[in-house]
């Protein structure tokens, strides 16, 4: 079983900067991919960014492309969503995901994720 643990939510003003982490524990897998969704009251959860664990290859949303980055700490299991010039519209719950196996766009799609974390809220005011 996988465990996933998100934190580094808060509220921030517009054009401000957070760091989402997201930490994982229990199996791991060679080919796994961590990704970041969101969900913004009354609307569906939507895909963030993702990083393949082993190549480090990144994956966006184009919403948020240029202002947003993820990363990941190997030795530490972690991965990071850091997010700067922060608008209101990125108010949401934030939410960490592994994927066992995905590629390419198939990464941005909610089903290609296996476990998922309890979610961070993020509020950005204006």
């Known amino acids: 079983q996988v465990q996933l643990v998100e934190s580094g939510g808060g509220l921030v003003q517009a054009g401000g900067s957070l760091r989402l982490s997201c930490a994982a524990s229990g199996r791991t897998f060679s080919s796994i991919v961590m990704g970041w969704f969101r969900q913004a009251p009354g609307k569906e959860r939507e895909f963030v960014a993702a990083?393949?664990?082993?190549?480090?290859?990144?994956y966006y949303a184009d919403s948020v492309k240029g202002r947003f980055t993820i990363s990941r700490d190997n030795a530490k299991n972690t991965v990071f969503l850091q997010m700067n010039s922060l608008k209101p519209e990125d108010t949401a719950v934030y939410y960490c995901a592994l994927a066992q196996g995905c590629s390419g766009y198939g990464c941005h799609r909610e089903r290609a994720y296996d476990y998922w974390g309890q979610g961070t809220q993020v509020t950005v005011s204006s």
């Open positions: 990083i393949r664990w082993s190549a480090g290859t990144t």
